[in-house]
């Protein structure tokens, strides 16, 4: 009877030994599964991508083309119903399937309406950006007026407009034609959480554009006679930080006037420019870098070769 009490007394230490460790290698392996099976996850890849791009992965037909993937609709904007500019155009995408949309205000010329700039706004809505283009209080201000009014047409834009709603507020930028291009320096530089500025054959008396800490590709035209780039486009680009994301675009065989026609060349760099900076769309750098070479509608192309991640 003793012996029989004592056996099991002599085996049972051993025995919970190995159910300890088989525990231990069954937890460890099931923890190793699940990392797998994470990272594997299509969860873990959405996470990782970028929330702000939109539309399909871009190819060069699909830059340079006149219309994006989406569809888009206008509304007007009355002088009467806003302050501080002159009404004007939204162009935006019709679906909202997307989310929110970065946007983009567009002021035009000396002695012009938006009408000398209306071909940009359907074309950049079509690829996924809200775009109003304005009109401006008189048709002689000056670059510093069209500045400000640009960041009026911006704040209707993103807090009192009837698309207000489609609009990611934190992903702005700005563009202009001859003295709205000024103004789109004028507007970056009082507002530098702007996240792209695009003077088109830009004039202003001020050259020098030190303080712009705002994603900026200046477009100069080869033949301008209003505004040269020698004492216009060239010296606004030099005068950029050289940390900033820079570039500066010139375009052969063009005038002054080239940005009131519709121009796939500053279609292309515009839209590339706005997505890679607005949308943090990595997709579009390709068009962007390495720096386009001189062609039969590029005089020259300078940049800050490759951006910032």
């Known amino acids: ?12 230490p051993p025995r919970p030994s190995r159910p300890r460790t088989l525990t231990g290698l069954l937890a460890s392996a099931a923890a190793t599964a699940g990392l797998l099976l994470t990272a594997l996850a299509p969860g873990a890849q959405a996470v990782a991508a970028n929330p702000y791009e939109r539309g399909p992965a871009p190819t ?4 340079e083309a006149s219309r994006g993937s989406y569809a888009t609709s206008q509304t007007s904007v009355s002088s009467l119903a806003v302050s501080g500019f002159g009404g004007g155009t939204i162009y935006y995408p019709t679906s909202t399937a997307d989310g929110t949309f970065g946007a983009v205000v567009i002021s ?7 009408s000398s700039i209306a071909w940009l706004g359907p074309r950049l809505a079509s690829q996924g950006f809200v ?37 990611d507020a934190s992903r702005l930028g700005v563009m202009g034609h001859s003295m709205g291009g000024g103004g789109s320096l004028e507007a970056a530089k009082s507002r530098t959480s702007l996240k792209a500025a695009i003077p088109l054959t830009g004039w202003n008396t001020d050259k020098t554009w030190p303080e712009l800490r ?27 930080p050289g940390s900033l994301d820079k570039a500066y675009l010139e375009l052969r065989g063009a005038s002054h006037f080239t940005p009131n026609s519709s121009d796939t060349t500053i279609a292309k760099y515009s839209l590339s420019w706005l997505k890679r900076f607005i949308d943090n769309d990595t997709r579009y750098e390709q068009f962007l870098c ?18 910032s991640s």
């Open 131 to 167: 775009v109003f283009t304005i009109d401006t209080n008189t048709t002689l201000d000056q670059p510093d007026s069209r500045g400000r009014q640009l960041l009026s047409a911006l704040d209707y834009l993103t807090q009192r407009s009837s698309v207000r709603t489609r609009v």
């Open 108 to 114: 035009p010329g000396f002695t012009a309406y938006q």
């Open 214 to 240: 705002t994603p900026t590709l200046v477009v100069g035209a080869d033949g301008d006679t209003v505004a040269p780039v020698g004492t216009h486009s060239e010296p606004f680009y030099e005068s950029l």
């Open 290 to 307: 390495p720096i386009p070479r001189p062609s039969l509608t590029i005089a020259e192309y300078r940049g800050t070769c490759p951006h």
């Open 1 to 12: 009877m003793q012996q029989h009490l004592l056996l099991p007394a002599r085996q049972h």
């Open 60 to 63: 060069n037909a699909s830059v």
